[in-house]
């Protein structure tokens, strides 16, 4: 047998499926429960929370019986970058129309890499934006705003 | 600093200076109608159907944008806080109306958040149940509804929709309370009804003709005023003797407040020339739905509807007691 | 014989060259939108509504339902090649697929996945040519009780999508169907967990939901190593699925076929859950479970088929009810609709041209589908060589304008990125998305089900056991389960293949 060990991943895993299921308990808890015959709105999530909570029990006692291997590393760059390009695209498609707001979230994602040179962006970006101006607007005719109001237009 | 400031200033004075003037020359570009309702729905091919003959007539195209969610308002509210240049319009049912009433939180304020293009048209409303339920006329459903109200199950499209505002009116009319059933929307509604999982529903006709046509349910009464054309059988509501259940889908054409008269007038002409268009008319003739009449068609026929179809509603939802926030 | 005439005027027209013109374009724009990650067939088919105006009604149909099962292939490929799905169905095709793309054989996957798909198609177009009125009268026996039954045995069986931890698989299907519940409770209107948000009052946004936590979280677990590896894959073996290959994928296609046929009848979540009970009945039944979740053909070959026997055969409750079984048929309705078809159950005898044309466009279609995409996979798997530096600000973009495109709607670009996130913990966790997919699709069909059944029989719970179908597929799910908590059962038996 291995000797005692704990897993740290799963202790979190657990922790959060507690966390979660606590959370959708309150919630549910605030809305009407109803009878078997009408159930409210409250019913079904309340017993799913109830269950969520208890495998996240479940998975902190399996914490402890299983051996555990490192979390490895965490993409810090990749979340810095590629998590606020489709925020940034949702707060420029509009304002600056299609073309522009996709130009700036390929541009800004492209940068998640360490490996990505400014002049190879550009070209990248600036290919993929026609690219999707041509499929997306011409081809497909979505109803996008080529250029959008902030642009004077 | 003013290097900043000067294309702010300069986009203000062409604001300004163009938003009236421009009305003359209205439409220069593309317009944008938005249905509040997802693509492919009943109120979508309403909209599509207008909209296009709408585009051939002013020679602009105009495209249909589905923004659906949350009863309609989503969409309406998008509306609401657009510019006011007659390039963003809305195409909404009654739900425009009802949902004063269902959402006490509104984001926009129905009476005063819009100006008015116009009515476009009204889809009546039927009575269908399975296809082996007992009664075999609208007076022999009436009784058997009172006599057997808590064994018989009433579907819907779920709050807010054609079928649950009829519903409720039905319920309130026969001063009945039914086992209402909610679906997510009208198809899984229809099949329930269709395989006999559930008794009665009132829908539009745009969803009921071709089954009652295929006899696949039963027709008891429908809801306009006049016996429809495609179903010539079916007598109305008000030969039934409930005249009260009179009720019908209308769909108007919305602008944000502060959109050039002279814009609204342009659309409304455009609108009362698009529901004579003999495609438009037909479609229409098909979904059991009629155009409105020219006197209809207009930013004063809207105004009128809205606001009385708001006094209307308020209390039979209010009696009912269900919101939809 | 009547089928024969039937059929013979179907392939007139569907063969008619306009239609033919009109099924290629279908095919090939139903896949680019495949392929392209985050847009889906409804999203393409809502945008592409407007255009079917000026077709004839026979061609503008035959083109969307091209689009459809278009997209259905092209949505596969990504799947295999980013680890992306773009419909629920495709989930589980990333699970097996994807590894096999990883272990460089992308290639026979794409080509298992095409050749599973056709003929699953060729299969259910049948199906649905020979007994689409009976079966359409089969499904109309399925209630609430006999759905929330049928939901109950997915969800058992999704335990077996874990190649982990099956108690962290557990607490993904639970954690999926609370996130389903999202949005408005349709029963009461009352708005739930959507935290004051108006945007959320619908619920949360599929395609947001499957981009963020697999294909996001894919791109930010790539990211973490960098310096150890510069492209997906570094060499390609056998491009052709090798003879051992085909044995192995034969009796996978042919049951994936069978359990998608007959779940995509049901409207309304059947066709959802026919690739996942395919995944659970192929790894339940296979001499090797311990492969599936590495690069299982079986895991590949029997969910394609499915998912793709299933779309075909929900057609069947819209051509002869004027039913729509999920959101692409709704669109579809709209459509003939617009061109002055109301479908109804009177659309077979009314338009006979159009409903047997569509059914024989169908196989046509497939047809197309498979000599076009067969000459492709060298070309996608080139695709994969390209430096992932390269590679993922396009998959950021498309998935961008994907999600973007569905409602309109900035707020699920939000999603996209909270998704990311939490997708990409959870994979830190070694908790598996799939699960998670299945859950948040079933949690509010098992709610909506469960709740109808209970007003139906007034509150009795016995509904579910008094009624024949429902009491059928409840013994099914408790067999299901058996299995699943005898792992001694289960130990035996991979011992033995073991000394093989």
Known sequence: ????????RDLICGLLFIAIGLFFAIQAYGLELGTAFRMGPGYFPLVLAGMLVL????????????????MGPIAWRG??????????FGLTVRGLGFVPSLFLTGLLAAFASAKMRPG??????GGLTLFSVVVFSYALGLPFRRFGPWLGQ | MHRLL???????????????????????????????FAAGGPTDTVTRLVAESMSKDLGQQIIVENVGGAGGTLGASQVAKADPDGYTLLLHHIGMATSATLYRKLPYDTLNAFEYVGLVTDVPMTIVAKKDFEPTDMKGLIEYVKANADKITLANAGIGAASHLCGMLFMSELKTALVTVPYKGTGPAMTD????????????????TKQIKGSTVKAYAVTSAKRLDALPDLPTVAEAGLPGMQVGIWHGIYAPKGTPAEVTQKLSASLQKALKDPNVVSRFAELGTVPVTDAEATPAGLKAKLESEVVRWKPVIEAAGQYAD | MDLLNNLALGFVTAGHPWNLLFCLIGVILGTLIGVLPGIGATATIAMLLPLTFQLEPVSSLIMLAGIYYGAQYGGSTTAILINMPGESSSAVTAIDGY???????????LAIAAIGSFFAGTVSTILVAVFAPPLTAIALQFGSAEYFSLMIVGLVSSIALAHGSVVKALGMVVLGLLLGLVGTDIYTGTPRFNLGILELSDGLNFVALAVGVFGIAEILRNLENEHERDVMIKKVTNLWPTREDWKEMTAPILRGTAIGSALGILPGGGAILASFASYTVEKRISKTPGAFGKGAIAGVAGPESANNAG?????????????????????????????????????ATEQPALFWGIIASMWIGNLMLILLNLPMIGLWVKLLTIPYYMLFPAIIAFCSIGVYSVNSNVFDLYAVAFFGLIGYGLAKLRCEPAPLLLGFVLGPLLEEHLRRAMIMSRGDPTTFLTRPISLTLLLLAVAVLVVVLMPSIRKKRDEVFVED
């Not at chain 2, 006999?196 to 829908?203: E, F, I, N, S, T």
């Not at chain 3, 590894?99 to 996957?109: D, L, T």
Request: proline share 9%.
């Open chain 1, 1 to 8: 047998m291995k000797s005692f060990s704990f897993s740290s």
């Open chain 1, 55 to 70: 495998l996240g029990i479940i998975v902190i006692i399996q914490a402890t019986q299983v051996e555990h291997e490192p």
């Open chain 1, 79 to 88: 979340l810095l970058f590629i998590l606020p390009a489709p925020i940034l």
């Open chain 1, 120 to 125: 190879t962006a550009l070209l990248l970006v």
């Open chain 2, 6 to 36: 000067y294309p702010l200033a300069a986009t203000a004075i062409v604001a300004l200076v163009s938003g009236p003037a421009n009305a003359a020359g209205y439409p220069e570009r593309s317009i944008t109608m938005v249905v509040p």
């Open chain 2, 193 to 208: 009804l269709l395989g006999g999982q559930v008794d009665l529903m009132c829908d539009q006709t745009t969803n009921t």
């Open chain 3, 99 to 109: 590894q096999m793309a990883r272990k460089g054989r992308a290639g026979a996957a």
């Open chain 3, 311 to 347: 779309a075909q055969t929900s057609f069947i409750p819209m051509l002869t009810l004027g039913i729509p079984a999920n959101p692409v048929m709704a669109l579809m309705i709209g459509a003939m609709i617009i061109q002055g078809i109301v479908p109804g159950p009177n659309v």
